[in-house]
């Protein structure tokens, strides 16, 4: 009744475009089985789950919402799929996002945009977009989305839902098509942090086939969430909530947010973040330089999309296979993270955003050492008018500035949609907290829920 139930909702909002391929008849079959077993019930038995596009799933389709793994089928199954679907999940189709991930709106995707089930005039954020319009409109009961900046917090924030996207390393990346492996995770949509924090339980932990996943042992998240009344020592950046690019609305709701906490018996402070205005900078010298040695193998010799052109040698082939394949957003990139690594520019560049990275963490690090959790906004303003943005790539690249951050030190955070703007759209706070620390992240995060 579930799938049935969530398979007429798909169908009844097409124009969200959320799903780019529905597993209907599989999803049935998978329910009514799980209705029939008579093994003990699995954490998230009958759980109707989607899955962002660049995840495998053996036996189905994953393109990243790009033409050039067009057809392909994936032949494993992810390590984060596997264990939900072990779980008794059920996977109900596949979700539309920014092709490789790349974006901040869901329009850069072979499959066209998704809309905001908010108001379609809006996007619903990216890169996981359909994912989070998915949860949002009710058409599947939690997503997995993969967040390399901020692409499950900044949809989550845009379409009013909750976003979690785990400490790099708390989640295997074996079977997620990579864009900038060092930054990239897994996380969860979802309509609640009680559910965002299950979901994230049983998929977290060591796997033998991702050495960047972490051997530290897994805590009972999702009985953190249901704890209450702790006090917690508060950290906030006056500069990011002063930036010039931040909505008055929302620097306003953030304000009272924290007056709030500390009335309640918080510890909450200011904390001199002056690296600002470098976060954005360093995210995308380093995720492009990344991006540009990930996206290397796709040359459609052994699998994806192949020119019909004729073509007189090699590198003609790769260069007409890779020309039409890839979208311009993702080309750009190719071709900034190519610049980034090359012979004259790598130290000017490369090396030294690796250095501000690394600064980051320290400072990343000492926070921590006197501080619980960081609020944060997540998005300087709410959703953005569809097109909005399209033509200006660097205010695109803007709009990531408080999301990034996280991924850069690899904390996990969480996007909770406490707010409603003027405008009538959502907007959220996001919560950041100590490597490895999701008890604290989830349990504060269900409690100001
Ligand atoms: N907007 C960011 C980018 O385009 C977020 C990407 C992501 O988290 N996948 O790089």
Known sequence: QAVRHYLQAIEARPELNAFVSVFAEEAIARAQELDNQTTPKGRLHGVVVGIKDVLCYAGHPVSSASKILNGFESLYTGTAVQRLVDEGAIIIGRQ???????????????????????????????????????????????????????????PADFCGIVGVKPTYGRVSRYGLIAYASSFDQVGVLAQNVADAALVLEVMAGPDGMDSTAST?????????????????????????????????????????????LKAEGHTVEPVSFSLTEYIVPTYYVLTT?????????????????????????????????RSEGFGPEVKRRIMLGTFVLSTGYFDAYFTRAQQV??????????????????????????????GEKTQDPVAMYMGDIFTVFANLVGVPAAALPLFKHSANLPFSVQVMAKRFNELTLLGFSAALE
């Not at 066209?112 to 994912?131: H, I, M, R």
């Not at 950046?237 to 304000?255: K, N």
């Not at 998005?379 to 008018?385: F, L, R």
């Open 216 to 260: 530290q042992p897994v805590p009972a998240i999702a009985a953190s969430a249901k704890e209450n009344g702790k006090s917690y020592r508060i950290a906030y950046f006056p500069e990011w909530l002063e930036h010039s690019s931040i909505d008055p609305e929302i620097r306003a709701a953030l304000g009272q947010l924290l007056e709030q």
């Open 96 to 154: 539309n996002c920014d092709e490789f991930g790349m974006g901040s709106t869901n329009e850069n995707s072979a499959y066209g945009p998704a809309l905001n089930p908010v108001n379609p005039d809006y996007v619903p954020g990216g890169s996981s977009g359909g994912s989070a319009a998915a949860v949002a409109a009710g058409l599947c009961m939690v997503s997995l989305g993969t967040d390399t900046g901020g692409s499950v917090r900044l």
């Open 357 to 386: 990275r690394r600064l980051l963490q320290q400072q990343a690090d000492a926070i921590f050492n006197n501080y619980d959790l960081i609020l944060a906004p997540t998005s300087p303003t709410p959703a953005y008018k569809a």
């Open 289 to 321: 330089a990344e991006a540009s040695s990930n996206l290397s193998r796709f040359d459609g010799v052994r699998f994806g999309h192949q020119s019909a052109n004729p073509v007189e040698d090699l590198r003609e082939f790769y260069k007409q296979n």
